[in-house]
């Protein structure tokens, strides 16, 4: 193609708009036309040499981070894209796919200085490029690890949910079969025809065995119990609602010789049906406090119920939050987690919901970093005029050789699968916005995380946070 035809081309497309004929013309010169049929135009990997400017076409890269593929970038004609004058890119990290019939001009990184000293206009234009680029992939990065961490809290609420939800259910169909058992009870102790005055000696006692007790568990009190009703000529058919309150063998005594022989069989099936009832009720009354408290703290840690911005935050307030949150799987795998709080430690001037992001992210690696019956620390303590939280664990530590690239975006050390490498990256953005920072430091068997928060300006509300995010290393191609 004739050098004039593109670069009548290149000034007829409106994001160049702006950019001098010469440099329009310096560019046509050294630039090379290709084009790529549809299908991947690069891959991860690829040594990325070249800056791209779309004369015809779409390119697009779609990034899976462990929430599914998502687009981040489309270019069309007109758009800049590739290795950008006074990047630090030097490999293509995802798949880059051709979308159709794409023709390019392409300008190799061995022009950049001459470019740089004879296209300051179109230069300029790649720098802005270069800029949006890194905002909008920030602004990607903070989306997929708030979709992957909510992802993480949705499962794990899920399961911690389940048992008291089943038990939940499980208490409401006993009572509906209870109540039919009470009716039928009562129905017989008003046949026998106590005396109110024996009535009310029933319920008192009744009132006194219905709480269960632990040691009253256990084969040899069934045994007893069932010996005493049958030495007594009565049905053992109830004996597991007896079992399940703290009547004694003593208790059962006093009450037979309480109630006439002929109402024993009554008053006894009255006493246990009574306890089924209170049992059950008392089942279903402790499931749903603990669904309560899950919400609760699930509510907490989130903070959905407040706008977003910067504030006083009790950080230990979260911290306990969030290891709530992580509970099930602190559980499960039988490790040790202790919460030390200096006294008098003031509030840190920060986000809150944010700070707990940071949190989970911190306390779950130290999940995974450590082994079984393994122990993470979480200290909060006042330095100076700032809040120091450290997290720390008694895992294999982390190598010398990779602790210095440990904040890299999507590097990590754990296996594939298991981790992307967004984490520490997106803890360490949520930390600035704030003016927090965070540290480690790591040996065989302890690594210690250390982040350290600023206090409100005395005497002065705190303000509303910036949400613009701060800019980053490139990460998308």
């Given at each position: 193609m004739a050098i004039p035809e593109l670069v009548d081309r290149l000034s007829s497309m409106p994001q160049l708009e702006g950019v001098p004929v010469q440099e329009l013309e310096w560019l046509a010169t050294h630039g090379r036309l290709k084009v790529h049929e549809p299908g991947v135009f690069m891959a991860p990997g690829d040594a990325l040499e070249h800056l791209f400017i779309l004369l015809t076409g779409r390119v697009a890269v779609d990034v899976d981070r462990g929430v599914g593929p998502r687009r981040v970038f489309e270019w069309s004609p007109g758009d800049v894209t590739g290795l950008l004058p006074f990047s630090r890119m030097t490999e293509v990290r995802n798949d880059v796919l051709a979308e159709v019939p794409t023709e390019i001009l392409s300008i190799h990184q061995s022009h950049f200085p001459e470019m740089v000293s004879r296209c300051p206009g179109f230069t300029a234009h790649t720098v802005h490029t270069m800029l949006d680029r890194a905002r909008r992939l920030t602004s990607s990065d903070l989306q997929d690890e708030k979709m992957m961490s909510l992802g993480k809290l949705a499962a794990g609420l899920a399961h911690e949910l389940n048992n008291p939800a089943s038990a939940a259910m499980r208490g409401a169909r006993l009572l509906r079969a209870g109540l039919s058992g009470a009716e039928s009870a009562s129905r017989a102790l008003w046949r026998a025809g106590l005396s109110e005055a024996l009535i009310a000696s029933l319920e008192k006692l009744s009132a006194e065995w219905w709480e269960p007790a632990a040691s009253t568990l256990s084969m040899d009190r069934e045994g007893q119990i069932e010996d005493w009703l049958r030495r007594h000529g009565l049905d053992a058919s109830y004996v597991?609602?007896?079992?399940?309150?703290?009547?004694?063998?003593?208790?059962?005594?006093?009450?037979?010789?309480?109630?006439?022989?002929?109402?024993?069989?009554?008053?006894?099936?009255?006493?246990?049906?009574?306890?089924?009832?209170?049992?059950?009720?008392?089942?279903?009354?402790?499931?749903?406090?603990?669904?309560?408290?899950?919400?609760?703290?699930?509510?907490?840690?989130?903070?959905?119920?407040?706008?977003?911005?910067?504030?006083?935050?009790?950080?230990?307030?979260?911290?306990?939050?969030?290891?709530?949150?992580?509970?099930?799987?602190?559980?499960?795998?039988?490790?040790?987690?202790?919460?030390?709080?200096?006294?008098?430690?003031?509030?840190?001037?920060?986000?809150?919901?944010?700070?707990?992001?940071?949190?989970?992210?911190?306390?779950?690696?130290?999940?995974?970093?450590?082994?079984?019956?393994?122990?993470?620390?979480?200290?909060?303590?006042?330095?100076?005029?700032?809040?120091?939280?450290?997290?720390?664990?008694?895992?294999?530590?982390?190598?010398?050789?990779?602790?210095?690239?440990?904040?890299?975006?999507?590097?990590?050390?754990?296996?594939?699968?298991?981790?992307?490498?967004?984490?520490?990256?997106?803890?360490?953005?949520?930390?600035?916005?704030?003016?927090?920072?965070?540290?480690?430091?790591?040996?065989?068997?302890?690594?210690?995380?250390?982040?350290?928060?600023?206090?409100?300006?005395?005497g002065r509300e705190v303000g509303t946070a910036p949400r613009g995010t701060p800019i980053t290393a490139e990460q998308d191609m």
């Amino acid at each position: 193609m004739a050098i004039p035809e593109l670069v009548d081309r290149l000034s007829s497309m409106p994001q160049l708009e702006g950019v001098p004929v010469q440099e329009l013309e310096w560019l046509a010169t050294h630039g090379r036309l290709k084009v790529h049929e549809p299908g991947v135009f690069m891959a991860p990997g690829d040594a990325l040499e070249h800056l791209f400017i779309l004369l015809t076409g779409r390119v697009a890269v779609d990034v899976d981070r462990g929430v599914g593929p998502r687009r981040v970038f489309e270019w069309s004609p007109g758009d800049v894209t590739g290795l950008l004058p006074f990047s630090r890119m030097t490999e293509v990290r995802n798949d880059v796919l051709a979308e159709v019939p794409t023709e390019i001009l392409s300008i190799h990184q061995s022009h950049f200085p001459e470019m740089v000293s004879r296209c300051p206009g179109f230069t300029a234009h790649t720098v802005h490029t270069m800029l949006d680029r890194a905002r909008r992939l920030t602004s990607s990065d903070l989306q997929d690890e708030k979709m992957m961490s909510l992802g993480k809290l949705a499962a794990g609420l899920a399961h911690e949910l389940n048992n008291p939800a089943s038990a939940a259910m499980r208490g409401a169909r006993l009572l509906r079969a209870g109540l039919s058992g009470a009716e039928s009870a009562s129905r017989a102790l008003w046949r026998a025809g106590l005396s109110e005055a024996l009535i009310a000696s029933l319920e008192k006692l009744s009132a006194e065995w219905w709480e269960p007790a632990a040691s009253t568990l256990s084969m040899d009190r069934e045994g007893q119990i069932e010996d005493w009703l049958r030495r007594h000529g009565l049905d053992a058919s109830y004996v597991e609602d007896l079992v399940d309150t703290s009547i004694t063998i003593e208790g059962l005594d006093r009450l037979a010789h309480l109630v006439p022989a002929k109402a024993l069989d009554a008053a006894l099936r009255w006493v246990a049906a009574g306890s089924a009832i209170r049992l059950a009720a008392q089942d279903v009354e402790d499931a749903t406090v603990r669904i309560y408290d899950l919400v609760a703290a699930v509510k907490a840690f989130t903070h959905m119920d407040k706008a977003a911005g910067l504030e006083a935050v009790v950080v230990a307030d979260g911290l306990r939050d969030t290891m709530r949150i992580v509970e099930p799987r602190i559980r499960a795998k039988g490790v040790t987690i202790a919460l030390e709080v200096e006294p008098e430690v003031p509030p840190a001037r920060a986000v809150a919901s944010d700070l707990n992001q940071v949190w989970m992210n911190l306390i779950e690696n130290a999940i995974d970093a450590v082994g079984d019956s393994g122990r993470i620390e979480v200290a909060v303590r006042t330095e100076l005029d700032r809040v120091v939280v450290c997290v720390s664990d008694d895992g294999h530590g982390i190598a010398p050789e990779l602790i210095s690239r440990i904040f890299d975006p999507f590097f990590t050390t754990k296996p594939p699968g298991q981790g992307v490498g967004l984490g520490l990256e997106i803890a360490r953005q949520l930390l600035r916005r704030c003016g927090g920072e965070i540290a480690v430091s790591s040996e065989p068997g302890r690594t210690e995380f250390r982040v350290s928060l600023p206090t409100p300006p005395s005497g002065r509300e705190v303000g509303t946070a910036p949400r613009g995010t701060p800019i980053t290393a490139e990460q998308d191609m």
